[in-house]
């Protein structure tokens, strides 16, 4: 029996860090932070919704609250003079006063550009998710979106599924398009993996991107060593 294990999760701790990072001292602490970042990505997944953005990371010092942006399309986010991101710094540290008033950390946010928008799974099914809720034809979409993101130079493989009442159909279905290859049991390989929904007014259609963008060696002047077990069995 096989068991379906998230590509970012797969890899922390090998290639990934984690998109939380803190130390808590005690189960309170633990308990209140959790729910504070939590609370702080959904209001940014709904706030920041057709702007493209990828990753929110959020860092904890004894005195400092970080919350760190990353975006293909930052003059949205920052706005005019910077006018929209005190905007957004304000408003999520009402949203922290409101989940943890005893928390007194000074808020700062980061916002950092993508530079190649195709390498990223995030913005790739945002992408998707824009083209089908303007009522495009679903494989044409999907076709367009693989082609684009192949012609990367990073990219070596790319697997868009979509799901749901496609194309208005009364039974819903799943349909997918890969080009190239997707090692997903390999640790060292770099897939990047993001889901979305798509809203439409026969209902909402699921969307799920995978991206293997080449492999991450630590060194690559050393050789890879195997694995005792791979080497046994060899």
Same mark, same amino acid.
């Given at each position: 029996?096989?068991?379906? /294990?998230? !590509? ?22 633990? #308990?209140?932070?959790?729910? =504070? ?36 399309? !930052?003059?949205?986010v ?16 009402? =949203?922290? #006063?409101?989940v943890a ?6 808020l ?8 190649? !928008?195709?390498?990223?799974a ?14 495009? !034809? ?16 990073? /990219? ?8 749901? #009442?496609l ?36 209902g ?22 195997m ?8």
């Amino acid at each position: 029996m096989t068991h379906t /294990v998230h !590509p970012y999760a797969h890899r922390l701790g090998i290639i990934r860090d984690w998109k939380s990072r803190w130390f808590a001292g005690d189960a309170k602490t633990y #308990r209140e932070n959790v729910k =504070v970042d939590e609370t702080i990505r959904r209001f940014l997944t709904k706030k920041l919704r057709g702007t493209f953005t990828s990753g929110i990371e959020i860092e904890r010092s004894a005195a400092e609250l970080r919350v760190i942006l990353s975006t293909a399309r !930052p003059g949205l986010v920052i706005g005019r003079s910077g006018e929209n991101a005190a905007k957004l710094r304000s408003e999520i540290a009402a =949203v922290v #006063r409101k989940v943890a008033p005893a928390d007194r950390r000074t808020l700062k946010l980061d916002i950092n550009e993508i530079r190649q !928008p195709e390498t990223d799974a995030a913005v790739v099914a945002y992408m998707v998710a824009e083209g089908l809720e303007k009522r495009m !034809p679903f494989r044409r979409v999907l076709k367009q979106t693989i082609e684009k993101v192949i012609a990367a130079r990073e /990219v070596e493989g790319v697997r868009i599924a979509v799901s749901g #009442r496609l194309g208005g159909a009364e039974m819903s279905r799943k349909e997918e398009l890969k080009k190239g290859r997707i090692p997903l049991q390999t640790f060292r390989a770099d897939i990047d993996f993001a889901h979305e929904k798509a809203h439409l007014p026969y209902g909402v259609i699921g969307i799920k991107v995978w991206i293997f963008r080449g492999n991450v060696y630590q060194d690559k002047k050393t050789s890879v060593r195997m694995p005792e077990t791979a080497a046994l069995r060899g």
